[in-house]
């Protein structure tokens, strides 16, 4: 089993104190008053600007984060994080261009940098993860806001709080960290 640590502080530049974490945490701020550095010791991490696993997303592989306002424009800080579990294996997902798992369906194995040039999809509102963890970006390249999803069934992005969000490329979740 993976260990991953991620170590959060008050002010910037490691500044305040501190909290240390090694799993999910739904609400930072009842460790802390406020959340403007880390520092990623070990793992992959999800860290979000709302409690609860909710509102701007932001991917974090070890290293140190001495300024999140100015890296992301995350103005309130972190207020919750969720652990990225190593996946060693195949990956596989289906995305598909409407809510509910509708319209057109196209199954992805590997990294996908444009869903509009590879599959003439102009749209994904809805995916089933089989195998693996994504990260599914808002604009080509991958690029843009993002989110992190796990192996489940993903039927309206707009109820996760991802309202007005189009994903338009997926990255696998593999030996980044």
């Known amino acids: 089993m993976n260990m991953g640590r991620i170590v959060f502080y008050e002010d910037r530049n490691f500044q ?8 999910d945490c739904s609400d930072v701020s009842s460790y802390l008053s406020r959340c403007h550095s880390c520092r990623v010791e070990s793992g992959c991490w999800m860290v979000y ?33 969720r652990m990225i579990p190593m996946h060693r ?3 596989r997902m289906r995305i598909y261009e409407r809510e509910n798992f509708g319209g057109q ?20 509102q809805s995916c089933n993860v089989m195998d693996g963890h994504w990260l599914m970006y808002e604009q080509p390249h991958f690029r843009g806001r ?26 696998r979740i593999s030996d980044m960290c």
């Not at 305040?16 to 799993?23: D, I, L, N, Q, T």
């Not at 909710?54 to 207020?79: A, V």
């Not at 590879?118 to 994904?124: A, G, I, V």
């Open 105 to 124: 369906m196209m199954e992805l194995m590997d990294d996908c940098d444009s869903i509009q040039d590879r599959y003439r999809m102009s749209d994904c």
């Open 49 to 81: 600007d709302r409690p609860n696993f909710m509102g701007n997303q932001f991917f974090m592989r070890r290293g140190e984060y001495s300024d999140y306002h100015q890296m992301m424009g995350m103005t309130e800080g972190i207020r919750s994080c």
């Open 146 to 171: 993002m989110m992190y999803v796990r192996p489940g069934e993903y039927r309206n992005f707009r109820e996760m709080g991802m309202s007005g969000m189009r994903f338009m490329s997926m990255r």
């Open 16 to 23: 305040g104190r501190s909290y240390e974490c090694s799993s």
């Open 89 to 91: 294996g195949s990956f």
